[in-house]
């Protein structure tokens, strides 16, 4: 990545550059949204009092950057309002490892742990790029967030530590199973993610590959897992998003868009 | 996986006396870290700490709930 000079007005950006920039966004916005919908999932039902407090102030933390997020967008001539509350399932930008519930305790932990570390990772890239907005707006986020990967680290090692091997295993299915797919949406190795690199707004997929593998290096070590011989899924890849196919299910949608109840949405 | 209580201390300004604000239950330090912090973030704190309560040595009491750790034992 070429020493980028500020840029503070993203419309001047050319459009095909201002449409990938609006990708990334969206895809980060999408994925805190619908990170903090599974957190909340667990808000009751968590193994402990403490752990479904815990969710639901991450939910609040998450949704909250999402919120930010999204009003990034105003500045590339985009309605927030719209993005958030008018979207369908098919068009939500977030990874493939949240688009289903967990099961259980064990799938949520490797799906919030994993999850988390690919955001940073991707939001650190982002922020060390050219958008002032991203400069200014990013670091307070990550600084809310260190709780987060040390929930999810404490748990990951708890649960490889526990005696009931099960839940061990099932969690490293479960960030086995994600972690291809996480792979490709934090490096998409495609012309839009080669755009913001080549306009300096973004740090190369090796660079942000490499910054997630550092923040959850302890984790798969922990699982057993050799995340760096893990190739990335682009099988089926969706350009326009930015991620492999499919989407989250539909009722997790309709509550990210407050469905029910938009009818007392007052502006 | 067993679970043992913190203590939780804070104080909102530099300089304030470090208070005793409540307790979580947890299975190891970092998730007493993670869950205090949690439980107790409804004030902006200058500085919150989580002590083991099976670590704290009673000095002047024989019963309340430290006083398990005289005897060696553990909340």
């Known amino acids: 990545m070429t020493a980028p000079s500020k840029i503070t007005d993203p419309m001047e950006l050319p459009e095909e550059v201002r449409d ?18 599974r957190y909340s999932e667990w808000v009751l039902g968590a193994p402990s009092l403490e752990a479904g407090i815990s969710a639901a102030s991450m939910c609040q933390d998450e949704w909250g950057h999402a919120r930010l997020l999204y009003a990034m967008l105003k500045r590339l001539g985009r309605d ?32 919030i742990a994993l999850t988390d570390g690919a955001i940073t990772a991707v939001l650190e890239g982002f922020a060390e790029g050219a958008l002032d907005l991203a400069a200014n707006r990013v670091p307070k986020m990550l600084a809310e967030e260190r709780f987060h990967s040390d929930m999810g680290s404490a748990w990951v090692h708890s649960l490889c530590k526990a005696s009931d091997e099960s839940a061990g295993d099932t969690l490293r299915d479960s960030a086995s199973a994600i972690l291809p797919g996480l792979l490709a949406w934090i490096d998409p190795q495609d012309p839009a993610s080669q755009l913001l690199v080549d306009s300096g707004l973004m740090q190369t997929g090796d660079q942000v590959r490499e910054r997630f593998l550092a923040v959850c290096g302890p984790l798969f070590e922990a699982m057993g897992i050799d995340a760096t011989q893990v190739a990335a899924d682009r099988s089926g890849w969706d350009a326009a998003r930015g991620r492999g196919p499919g989407c989250p299910d539909g009722e997790t949608i309709e509550r990210a868009r407050g469905d029910r109840n938009r009818m007392l949405f007052v502006e | 996986m067993e679970e043992h209580v913190y203590d939780v201390f804070a104080r909102k300004e530099r300089g304030d006396p470090l208070r005793h604000i409540g307790y979580v239950d947890a299975m190891d330090d970092e998730l007493a870290r993670v869950y205090a912090w949690t439980t107790y973030s409804e004030e902006r704190w200058f500085e919150m700490c989580v002590v083991a309560r099976a670590s704290i040595i009673p000095v002047n009491r024989t019963d309340g709930p430290y006083a398990a750790n005289v005897l060696g034992g553990a909340s």
């Open chain 1, 80 to 111: 927030p309002v719209v993005v958030e509350h008018d979207r369908p399932a098919e068009a939500y930008a977030s990874p493939s490892a949240l688009d289903a519930s967990a099961d259980d305790w064990a799938e949520l932990v490797a799906m």
């Open chain 1, 20 to 37: 990938a920039l609006e990708r990334l966004i969206l895809g980060l916005a999408d994925a805190k949204r619908v990170l903090g919908i």
